[in-house]
């Protein structure tokens, strides 16, 4: 039974792909290889370039400005887990670092520095980066080579009696032609489709050339049958196995050196070949070494003691380290840093840390400031899959609202508030206002996007009311920010109670958008009737005919022909702000567009205009508020007839907008209580 389940399992094992993933040749098949595909000797920055192309790109214009989006970023092959949103200008600064660092026009020499504030996905960005080369080298773009030596019995010895040696740093196989003769032969290869300049830089590190050295002593200079000695291997970067990806991360001062970073000397194999000096005693296993020809990424860099920083800077500018006791080994990498803003004004403050600053290609991550890229954030952790309660419509809209308004900056211009500009910048219109208004707001802001409040304190609070036991089905925007709202009093980032009470405040704001919002959702929901609001438009519409032809209209009910009910055309005009002075305008432009689509032969509709339908639909629930008696729900006094038509209209939210009976009754009983409360204060 076990050796059929095993058949079974194995439908699951490509063993194609595994013998392409796991490629070994000779030296002189590794040059057909170079010559078919020169691509395989890539730089690491040149590697991760292309990795983030292979995923494709599309443009955008924001505020008459072309914005390029890196697919990349959206993570694909994982269904967006660690998708990045509403950071496209940031990312495409980082991705125009890589291409520079690809042509070699210096910024390969430099480190990467993420900054931003906590939460802003700088730990993501490097993340998805390591990953995606991880996947990429698995590819047949993206495949590259290393070599091991294979030594016969009786050179052993060379090798510490080891059959096999693996370079330990991953080189490629073609620094195993010297560098004295080295552009020659690559001229020799007549490379063509080459994306890139194809030198090969660097020497071999100290282990392999020890080795290089002592075969071709052995071989009195013979380079080809050193050469024998070559077996080349398909690379495949790997974080879990630390090949080709690096990660090092600040720990206890007492009990960390830069060794961690450059390899330490292996005393057991002292006692073998008699010196700490040999490079076949060392272990070549520090960070730089792991992620050479990929990425290493450093956790909170500038925590890092100051020994570390020597070694970084070598690593960056010279792009070599130096391990203990051998001389300067060649290294090519990319370094990735990422650091909060305390720490990076710190650095500022040092003088001693200027070769460091200098050395630094800087990448502001700030927070998301568009609303609607927010929203996706949360929806990608709480959404219908991932969640077994009832999120209630707008409320992970109101908390998103809320965290993006604590990162804006107040706008100067005193005719806009701070939701208006949230609205602008999310590319909505405001009278007054175009999208050269928001390049300008944009402009005058210095630190907009690097404070405020963090999408995991937003995240932390959406899953506490997620658990609690205020609904037993759902759960809706009061109880999310009042979840916000209680747990500011002991957020440990807020730095004074100014700060705490301008948050506090922000809440208010995002309570009274959500008031108008759901007001506005049941007023449509109770004037959703098309057939009451065709009739009224139909009897608008023979109003203002006989208005304007200065003619009377037959009342279908007594068949007698009455004047024009200015008090009906008026009530409906006046939903929409149509002034006494402005009505002949507004009822000659319905009837000519009427006429115009008569010519045409085509039947006008309330739909057909804008202002006009939401006239009507106004009118429409002023018209039927009074009769469905919402007010009545607070007082719970409702008869038959009334909870019938209660149902319809919660028949309607649940349809129309997504909520579920618990949630539409919360939505409708809210409702209630303001439409009591505007009743009350007009008494």
Same mark, same amino acid.
């Given at each position: 039974?076990?050796?059929?389940?095993?058949?079974?399992?194995?439908?699951?094992?490509?063993?194609?792909?595994?013998?392409?993933?796991?490629?070994e040749?000779?030296?002189?098949?590794?040059?057909?290889?170079?010559?078919?595909?020169?691509?395989?000797?890539?730089?690491?920055?040149?590697r991760?370039?292309?990795?983030?192309?292979s995923?494709?790109?599309?443009?955008?214009?924001?505020?008459?400005?072309?914005?390029?989006?890196?697919?990349?970023?959206?993570?694909?092959?994982?269904?967006?887990?660690?998708?990045?949103?509403?950071?496209?200008?940031?990312?495409?600064?980082l991705?125009?670092?890589?291409?520079?660092?690809?042509?070699?026009?210096?910024?390969?020499?430099?480190?990467?520095?993420?900054?931003?504030?906590?939460?802003?996905?700088?730990?993501?960005?490097?993340?998805?980066?390591?990953?995606?080369?991880?996947?990429y080298?698995?590819?047949? *773009?993206? +495949?590259? $080579?290393? #070599?091991?030596?294979?030594?016969?019995?009786?050179l052993?010895?060379?090798?510490?009696?080891? /059959? @096999?040696?693996?370079?330990?740093?991953?080189e490629?196989?073609?620094?195993?032609?010297?560098?004295?003769?080295?552009?020659?032969?690559?001229?020799?290869?007549?490379?063509?489709?080459?994306?890139?300049?194809?030198?090969v830089?660097?020497?071999l590190n100290?282990?392999?050339?020890?080795?290089?050295?002592?075969?071709?002593?052995?071989?009195?200079?013979?380079?080809?049958?050193?050469?024998?000695?070559?077996?080349?291997?398909?690379?495949?970067?790997?974080?879990?196995?630390?090949?080709?990806?690096?990660?090092?991360?600040?720990?206890?001062?007492?009990?960390?050196?830069?060794?961690?970073?450059?390899?330490?000397i292996?005393?057991?194999?002292?006692a073998?070949?008699?010196?700490?000096? *040999?490079? +076949?005693? $060392?272990? #070549?296993?520090?960070?730089?070494?792991?992620?050479?020809?990929?990425?290493?990424?450093?956790? /909170? @860099?500038?925590?890092?003691?100051?020994?570390?920083?020597?070694?970084?800077?070598?690593?960056?500018?010279?792009?070599?380290?130096?391990?203990?006791?051998?001389?300067?080994?060649?290294?090519?990498?990319?370094?990735?840093?990422?650091?909060?803003?305390?720490?990076?004004?710190?650095?500022?403050?040092?003088?001693?840390?200027?070769?460091?600053?200098?050395?630094?290609?800087?990448?502001?991550?700030?927070?998301?400031t568009?609303?609607?890229?927010?929203?996706r954030?949360?929806?990608?952790d709480?959404?219908?899959?991932?969640?077994?309660?009832?999120?209630?419509?707008?409320?992970?809209?109101?908390?998103?609202?809320?965290?993006?308004?604590?990162?804006?900056?107040?706008?100067?211009?005193? *005719?806009?508030?701070?939701?208006?500009?949230?609205?602008?910048?999310?590319?909505?219109?405001?009278?007054?206002?175009?999208?050269?208004?928001?390049?300008?707001?944009?402009?005058e802001?210095?630190?907009?996007?690097?404070?405020?409040?963090?999408?995991?304190?937003?995240?932390?609070?959406?899953?506490?009311?997620?658990?609690?036991?205020k609904?037993?089905?759902?759960?809706?925007?009061?109880?999310v920010?009042?979840?916000?709202?209680?747990?500011?009093?002991?957020?440990?980032?807020?730095a004074?109670?100014?700060?705490r009470?301008?948050?506090?405040?922000?809440?208010?704001?995002?309570?009274?958008?959500?008031?108008?919002?759901?007001?506005?959702?049941?007023?449509?929901?109770?004037?959703?009737?098309?057939?009451?609001?065709?009739?009224?438009?139909?009897?608008?519409?023979?109003?203002i005919?006989?208005?304007?032809?200065?003619?009377?209209?037959?009342?279908?009910?007594?068949?007698?022909?009455?004047?024009?009910?200015?008090?009906?055309?008026?009530?409906?005009?006046?939903?929409?702000?149509?002034?006494?002075?402005?009505?002949?305008?507004?009822?000659?432009?319905?009837?000519?567009?009427?006429?115009?689509?008569?010519?045409?032969?085509?039947?006008?509709?309330?739909?057909?205009?804008?202002?006009?339908?939401?006239?009507?639909?106004?009118?429409?629930?002023?018209?039927?508020?009074?009769?469905?008696?919402?007010?009545?729900?607070?007082?719970?006094?409702?008869?038959?007839?009334?909870?019938?038509?209660?149902?319809i209209?919660?028949?309607?939210?649940?349809?129309?907008?997504?909520?579920?009976?618990?949630?539409?009754?919360?939505?409708?009983?809210?409702?209630?209580?303001?439409?009591a409360?505007g009743?009350?204060?007009?008494?």
């Amino acid at each position: 039974m076990s050796t059929n389940l095993t058949q079974k399992l194995s439908k699951f094992n490509d063993v194609e792909e595994y013998r392409e993933l796991h490629w070994e040749g000779t030296f002189e098949d590794y040059l057909d290889v170079v010559r078919q595909d020169p691509n395989v000797i890539r730089t690491a920055y040149q590697r991760v370039y292309d990795m983030v192309l292979s995923y494709g790109s599309e443009e955008y214009i924001d505020n008459k400005k072309k914005i390029v989006r890196y697919n990349f970023f959206a993570d694909p092959n994982h269904n967006g887990k660690d998708a990045i949103y509403g950071l496209d200008i940031p990312l495409m600064r980082l991705v125009n670092v890589f291409k520079s660092a690809a042509h070699e026009y210096g910024t390969e020499k430099r480190i990467i520095l993420l900054h931003g504030p906590v939460g802003s996905s700088k730990s993501t960005i490097a993340k998805l980066i390591k990953a995606g080369l991880e996947e990429y080298s698995r590819t047949n *773009d993206g +495949r590259l $080579f290393t #070599f091991a030596w294979k030594m016969p019995e009786h050179l052993l010895e060379l090798t510490g009696g080891t /059959e @096999i040696l693996p370079d330990p740093m991953n080189e490629d196989p073609l620094k195993l032609i010297p560098l004295e003769w080295r552009a020659d032969a690559l001229a020799e290869l007549e490379l063509e489709n080459v994306r890139y300049d194809t030198r090969v830089r660097g020497d071999l590190n100290p282990a392999s050339r020890f080795i290089f050295n002592e075969l071709m002593k052995h071989y009195d200079g013979d380079w080809s049958k050193v050469m024998s000695h070559v077996v080349v291997r398909r690379l495949i970067f790997s974080e879990k196995d630390r090949v080709g990806i690096g990660t090092f991360q600040p720990k206890d001062e007492k009990n960390q050196d830069s060794t961690e970073l450059t390899g330490d000397i292996n005393y057991r194999k002292i006692a073998i070949y008699g010196s700490d000096s *040999d490079p +076949r005693a $060392f272990n #070549f296993d520090g960070e730089f070494c792991v992620a050479n020809r990929g990425v290493i990424e450093f956790v /909170e @860099i500038l925590k890092l003691d100051v020994a570390f920083l020597y070694d970084l800077l070598g690593a960056t500018q010279e792009r070599k380290i130096k391990p203990k006791k051998f001389p300067q080994t060649d290294i090519d990498e990319v370094i990735i840093g990422h650091t909060n803003e305390p720490e990076y004004r710190k650095l500022l403050g040092n003088e001693y840390m200027e070769a460091l600053r200098d050395r630094t290609v800087k990448i502001d991550i700030p927070y998301i400031t568009k609303y609607q890229q927010e929203v996706r954030v949360y929806k990608k952790d709480f959404n219908a899959d991932t969640v077994k309660k009832h999120i209630a419509p707008h409320t992970i809209e109101m908390a998103s609202m809320w965290a993006v308004l604590t990162r804006l900056e107040e706008p100067k211009k005193h *005719d806009l508030t701070l939701l208006q500009k949230l609205k602008l910048y999310d590319g909505r219109t405001i009278t007054g206002y175009t999208q050269d208004s928001v390049k300008e707001l944009r402009k005058e802001v210095e630190r907009e996007g690097l404070h405020g409040i963090s999408p995991r304190y937003i995240q932390d609070k959406i899953s506490n009311a997620l658990v609690s036991d205020k609904t037993e089905a759902s759960i809706n925007p009061f109880i999310v920010l009042n979840e916000l709202e209680g747990g500011l009093k002991n957020h440990s980032l807020i730095a004074n109670e100014d700060e705490r009470n301008r948050y506090r405040e922000l809440l208010a704001v995002v309570k009274q958008e959500y008031e108008d919002v759901v007001k506005n959702e049941v007023q449509h929901a109770i004037s959703a009737d098309e057939d009451a609001i065709a009739k009224l438009c139909a009897n608008y519409i023979d109003n203002i005919k006989a208005y304007t032809q200065k003619e009377r209209v037959r009342n279908k009910y007594t068949g007698q022909n009455e004047e024009p009910d200015e008090r009906l055309m008026r009530s409906i005009e006046e939903k929409i702000d149509i002034p006494d002075s402005r009505k002949d305008d507004f009822r000659r432009e319905i009837m000519n567009y009427i006429g115009a689509l008569a010519i045409d032969g085509k039947q006008f509709t309330y739909q057909m205009n804008e202002r006009l339908r939401k006239a009507l639909e106004l009118k429409l629930f002023e018209d039927q508020k009074d009769t469905i008696k919402l007010t009545s729900l607070v007082s719970n006094v409702i008869d038959r007839e009334t909870q019938e038509q209660i149902n319809i209209v919660k028949q309607r939210m649940i349809r129309n907008y997504g909520y579920n009976e618990e949630s539409a009754t919360d939505v409708l009983n809210f409702v209630a209580s303001i439409f009591a409360r505007g009743d009350s204060v007009s008494d």
